[in-house]
C-alpha cells in the first residue's frame, strides 16, 4: 500500500488542524495505521494508531485527550484531528501502515518496526 499524507500548515497555540493520509494499491482495511512525528533533531516518535476497522485506537499520553485518530475504509482515508496544539507538536507527521487484523492495539503499535509502509511527511508548525 502506498501512502499520501496531507494537511500540514502553521498554526497558533491553542488552534486546530487535521492530517490525512491517503492509502491506494492495497487492500486498506487489512492494515493497523499510525501517526509519528519527528521534530528537529529529534527521533521519529509515535502519536496514534487505529486498527483494522476504527474499533480500536491507542495515543501517545502526550497527545492523549488532544488528538483522535479515525479512518474511513471506504474511502481509504485515516485522518489525525489535532486540537489545542502546543508548541511542543512541532513535528513532520508521518502517517504508517502495518498489516494486521487485530481487534484490540497494544503498546506494540507504538514501535516503528511494526511498520512496512510509510508516506512521505507533512509539516505540522505551531507558534506560542
Known amino acids: 500500500v502506498q501512502l499520501q499524507a496531507s494537511g500540514g500548515g502553521s498554526v497558533q497555540a491553542g488552534g486546530s488542524l487535521s492530517l490525512s493520509c491517503a492509502a491506494s494499491g492495497g487492500t486498506f482495511s487489512m492494515y493497523t495505521m499510525g501517526w509519528f512525528r519527528q521534530a528537529p533533531g529529534k527521533e521519529r516518535d509515535f502519536v496514534a494508531a487505529?486498527?483494522?476497522?476504527?474499533?480500536?485506537?491507542h495515543y501517545a499520553d502526550s497527545v492523549k485527550g488532544r488528538f483522535t485518530i479515525s479512518r474511513d475504509n471506504a474511502k481509504n482515508t485515516v485522518t489525525l484531528q489535532m486540537n489545542s496544539l502546543k508548541p511542543e507538536d512541532t513535528a513532520v507527521y508521518y502517517c504508517?501502515?502495518?498489516?494486521?487484523?487485530?481487534?484490540?492495539?497494544?503498546?506494540?503499535?507504538?514501535?516503528?518496526?511494526?511498520?512496512?509502509?510509510w508516506g512521505q511527511g507533512t509539516l505540522v508548525t505551531v507558534s506560542s
Open positions: 504508517a501502515a502495518a498489516h494486521s487484523l487485530a481487534r484490540r492495539l497494544d503498546v506494540e503499535v507504538r514501535y516503528k518496526s511494526k511498520y512496512r509502509q
Open positions: 487505529i486498527n483494522y476497522n476504527g474499533g480500536s485506537t
